[in-house]
Structure formats: structure tokens, C-alpha cells
């Protein structure tokens, strides 16, 4: 009899787990704009053979996030993410075992006051901007025989004592053999980014945004790019037409080898 009444309470804790995936409450936490919020799974849902993936599913209206915007990936058990504006946003993180049947869904409620990102001043804005890795006219030069590019300035935000001395750090994002292409900018949110791409498109030009992962320090920029060639002159042609047809910084706009994606 005993052991039939365990088997009865083990059958009615299963079946409660899975009826209650989608109906837990969600954990409440607050933050503020432009500064990371960190996140962790709950003790009870940390299996070593089960999967965790994080994604959004509500944001405020001035703001497109995705799942590349969790650090340093939305399948791990701790993540953060920036939150580019004030307002609301739900998020949460499903987990599952092995055969891929769902386990748990826990969401979030995340409130975020502070300065809006509309609201920062110019100067504070570039600051999330990936510097150029070298100057166009030092690319046309070694065209033909590319030389290793100068350091990236993204690089200038970490400490001394971590830099790779010995590494040129824009050659850990591999090349395209004999590919060059025109970089606008480089954010570190998809939502900015999307919003520089938008503007470029506007104005005739078939922008693209490019993720780059940096394997030293595991940061990411989502680059907005133009065009793939064949030539730096051609690249360095269409660099002095957006030069001339944006409002975007002309030290901003630089030309590149084509990247893989990373």
C-alpha cells in the first residue's frame, strides 16, 4: 500500500511540474538605462544535463532587443543585458532535458528607470562606438600585400595588464581573401545598431549589421556595414560618397577587409 501511495505522489508532482511550466511568477528586478542587469537561473531548475535558453518577449516600443543581446550567450545558467531605454521588459528562460522536452519556463519583469538613451549627449553616445582598425588611405597602400591592421580602439576599454601585446587584436575576426568593405559604425546593442542601419538604407545604400565576437575578451559589436569588394579604391569611392551624404562622423566611416561572421 505504501509504496503505491509513492507512486501516486510521484505521478501527481510530475504532472503538477508540467502543467505549471507556463504559470510561474514572474521574478520582479529593477535596473537602469545603459547599465547591465545580470540574471541567473533558479537553484531548483540548475541540472547539469538539462538546457537553458534565454530570449525576450516583451520590450518597450523604443526598443528592438534580441536574443544576441544576453552576455555573454543566452544559453548560459547567469546572463546580463543593457537596457539601451526606460520602461518594462519580460524575458525569461525555458529549460530542457536532454531530449528536448520542455522542463520549466521561468519569466521575468524587469523595470528600468534613468536616462533614456534618446537623452544622452552626443559625446557620451560615441563612446559605445567601435573605433576604425585603420585608415583608409594605409588600406589602399597594402592592398596588394595586406598588412596586419593597427589595434582596434574598442580595445582602449580594457585594462593594461589584459591586453595581447603580441596579438593584433582586428585579425581575431577573420578576413575574406581579397574582400573589402565599407564599416559605418559598430555598437555594442542590435538596437542601435538597427537604428544607424535604418538611416543608411534611407539614403539608397544596402546596409547590413555584422556580429563580431572578440574570442580575448568575449565582447561583442554588431557592426553596421555597405557593400563587398574587390578593390580598396572601390571601397575608399563609396566611403567619400556616405562621407558626403551623411550626418553620420567621418571618422566614423572607414574601410575594412570583409569579416567573417563570428
Do not use: H
Request: proline share 7%.
Amino acid at each position: 500500500m505504501r509504496k503505491r501511495q509513492l507512486i501516486l505522489i510521484g505521478l501527481i508532482s510530475l504532472l503538477l511540474i508540467g502543467c505549471g511550466a507556463d504559470d510561474r511568477t514572474p521574478i520582479e528586478q529593477s535596473g537602469t538605462a545603459n547599465q547591465p542587469v545580470n540574471l541567473e537561473i533558479q537553484a531548483d531548475d540548475m541540472q547539469a544535463d538539462y538546457m537553458v535558453e534565454w530570449s525576450f518577449t516583451e520590450t518597450p516600443s523604443t526598443v528592438s532587443l534580441s536574443q544576441y543581446d544576453f552576455q555573454p550567450i543566452n544559453t548560459s545558467p547567469q546572463v546580463s543585458f543593457i537596457p539601451p531605454d526606460t520602461g518594462m521588459y519580460r524575458l525569461q528562460y525555458a529549460v530542457t532535458d536532454q531530449s528536448g522536452e520542455e522542463i520549466a519556463v521561468q519569466p521575468f519583469v524587469v523595470n528600468v528607470s534613468g536616462r533614456q538613451q534618446q537623452k544622452m549627449t552626443e559625446e557620451e553616445d560615441t563612446t559605445a562606438m567601435e573605433q576604425p582598425e585603420e585608415s583608409t588611405e594605409e588600406m589602399a597602400e597594402t592592398a596588394e600585400e595586406p598588412a596586419k591592421p593597427k589595434p582596434s580602439k574598442e580595445k582602449a576599454s580594457q585594462p593594461t595588464s589584459t591586453r595581447q601585446k603580441s596579438t593584433d587584436r582586428a585579425d581575431l575576426i577573420p578576413r575574406v581573401p581579397g574582400r573589402y568593405t565599407v564599416q559605418v559604425s559598430a555598437w555594442r546593442t542590435f538596437s542601435k545598431a538597427e537604428s544607424v542601419a535604418n538611416t543608411v538604407k534611407k539614403l539608397g545604400y544596402d546596409a547590413y549589421i555584422q556580429r563580431a565576437k572578440f574570442p580575448d575578451t568575449g565582447q561583442v559589436w554588431y557592426r553596421v556595414r555597405v557593400g563587398s569588394f574587390s578593390s580598396p579604391e572601390a571601397a575608399k569611392s563609396l566611403r567619400r560618397k556616405l562621407v558626403s551624404e551623411s550626418e553620420l562622423p567621418d571618422e566614423s566611416i572607414w574601410v575594412d577587409f570583409q569579416r567573417k561572421d563570428s
